[in-house]
């Protein structure tokens, strides 16, 4: 079955950090691109940033350009999401999604189940 899975999310004080690590399951990430999405309670899903396999080029939501950064290992089949100066409005469930056509401006096949991450005091 082929999926992907989110880790690392948790609790954390605000103006922390966290790494949240995304790992395929039956297939490698590496000709996919690999987009990070968010959803707040009672809120709409968000699109905070994607990475794309050919090139690697990223780009990031407003809301965190300059707070967080994407990567990928493709030696590790995994893609990173680093979030720096967490807030509390940065409080959601964490998805990433693995696009089959490897850029960014397309949509995505496969999601995982999401990853909680708190930012409270």
């Known amino acids: 079955q082929l999926q992907v899975v989110e880790s690392g999310g948790g609790l954390v004080q605000p103006g922390g950090s966290l790494r949240l690590s995304c790992v395929a399951s039956g297939f490698t990430l590496d000709h996919f691109a690999i987009g990070w999405f968010r959803q707040a309670p009672g809120k709409g899903r968000e699109r905070i940033s994607c990475?794309?396999?050919?090139?690697?080029?990223?780009d990031y939501a407003d809301s965190v350009k300059g707070r967080f950064t994407i990567s990928r290992d493709n030696a590790k089949s995994t893609v990173y999401l680093q979030m720096n100066s967490l807030k509390p409005e940065d409080t959601a469930v964490y998805y990433c999604?693995?696009?089959?056509?490897?850029?960014?401006?397309?949509?995505?096949?496969?999601w995982g189940r999401g990853t909680q991450v708190t930012v409270s005091s």
């Open positions: 999604a693995a696009g089959s056509r490897g850029l960014c401006l397309f949509g995505f096949d496969y």
């Open positions: 990475i794309s396999s050919s090139d690697g080029s990223t």
